[in-house]
Every structure is written in C-alpha cells, then in structure tokens.
T-cell receptor, first 115, second 113 residues
Framework: AQKITQTQPGMFVQEKEAVTLDCTYD???????LFWYKQPSSGEMIFLIY??????QNATEGRYSLNFQKARKSANLVISASQLGDSAMYFC????????????FGRGTSLIVHP | DGGITQSPKYLFRKEGQNVTLSCEQN?????MYWYRQDPGQGLRLIYY???????QKGDIAEGYSVSREKKESFPLTVTSAQKNPTAFYLC????????????FGEGSRLTVL
C-alpha cells in the first residue's frame, strides 16, 4: 500500500527566503501521482502542485516547485521567496492503488514564515 | 461560483447523539470523499463514493454512515457508535477517482461534550 512520510512536523523560514518541505513515498506502482496541498488556519485545503511519475521535468506553479527524485522516492516542495501568507500546514499526498486510486495523505508539516 | 459547501461549520453535540454533516458540490464531479483530521494525524479517509448510489468504506469507517442519493450531495452521519467523534471533518470531490486533484469544502468542526 502507498505510504507518505513527512518527517518535519514544523519548519520556520524568514520572509523572502526559500524553504524546502520534505516528502518521501513508498509505492510499488509504476505509474503514480504526487500532490501537495496547503491548509491555512481557516481549515480549507488548497491544491498547490502535481507531479506524475513519468513526467521528466519537475513540476512548477508560480513560487512552488516540486523536487522530484524518483530513485530516492522523494517529492519535496520548494517554496521560493516566502511570504507571510505562506504560513500554513502543508500536506503531501499520493493516489493509493488497489482499484480506485484514492488520495492518501501524509501527516503534514507546519510552516511559519517570520517577517 | 462552483465549489463545495459544508455545513455546519461548527457543531456541538452531547455524547450519544447522532449528527449529520452536510456536503454539497456543484462541480459536476462523480467522486466524493469524507476525511477526518485530528492534530498530528493528517487526513484519514472515512468513506468515499465513485458514483451515485455507491459508496465504499475508507480506513476509519466504524461509527460513521453515508449516503449518495444525488450526485451533488454526500452527507456524513456520525453515529453514537463512534467512540471519539470530536474532530475536524473535510469533504472533498474530484472529477472521478484516480484524478488526484481534490476540491475541498471549508470543513466542519464537531465537538462532542
């Protein structure tokens, strides 16, 4: 079964600096997808970025990029030029196989951006 | 605007009472999901539905029930059999299962007194 591990319960970064949030995954599938979601204090989950296992280039969406290292089974999120509004919980997720491919989530990393 | 609406946002109930959380979407999505979130636990899947009149148990279905009589609606009932129901509940939808981008509601925070 697919498993997502986020080893950093909390991270701190200075405003305008870059930060990397770690995510490793465990899957036996050849084809899979990896996702990152942001959860501000309001509670709503916001989709940030997607990486397919066969994508040759790392995904980017504005200030977000995904550092995908397939051999190491890692899909780290890089946020460049951090802003105060980036303070939130961040969740890595993948699709669990077994017929229905249901999204399964890691435990999350809390990011605090300091002014 | 298209989206997912959960209600109520906050709910207080006495122990032993059943409560129903509403989830409505106007995105025309086939798949809908319910997740439970506890501090430090991430999101855990309670139930999901791939299509109208069909739903499947997730990892922590005990003490919960759902229905999917309409494409737009996927209500979750927290029954008295759920031993620790106080949590934050998130409803989500996707075009179909297997597409990972989920669209979430704002969540419902249930507190059992």
């Amino acid at each position: 079964a697919q498993k997502i591990t986020q080893t950093q319960p909390g991270m701190f970064v200075q405003e305008k600096e870059a930060v990397t949030l770690d995510c490793t995954y465990d899957t036996s599938d050849q084809s899979y997808g990896l996702f990152w979601y942001k959860q501000p204090s309001s509670g709503e989950m916001i989709f940030l970025i997607y990486q397919g296992s066969y994508d040759e280039q790392n995904a980017t969406e504005g200030r977000y990029s995904l550092n995908f290292q397939k051999a190491r089974k890692s899909a780290n999120l890089v946020i460049s030029a951090s802003q105060l509004g980036d303070s939130a919980m961040y969740f890595c997720a993948t699709l669990r196989s077994g017929g229905s491919y249901i999204p399964t989530f890691g435990r999350g990393t809390s990011l605090i951006v300091h002014p | 605007d298209g989206g997912i609406t959960q209600s109520p946002k906050y709910l207080f109930r006495k122990e032993g009472q059943n409560v129903t959380l509403s989830c409505e979407q106007n995105l025309n999505h086939d798949a809908m999901y319910w997740y439970r979130q506890d501090p430090g636990q991430g999101l855990r899947l309670i139930y999901y539905s791939q299509i109208v009149n069909d739903f499947q148990k997730g990892d922590i279905a005990e003490g919960y029930s759902v229905s999917r009589e309409k494409k737009e609606s996927f209500p979750l009932t927290v029954t008295s059999a759920q031993k620790n129901p106080t949590a934050f509940y998130l409803c989500a939808s996707s075009i179909r299962t297997g597409t990972g981008e989920l669209f979430f509601g704002e969540g419902s925070r249930l507190t059992v007194l």
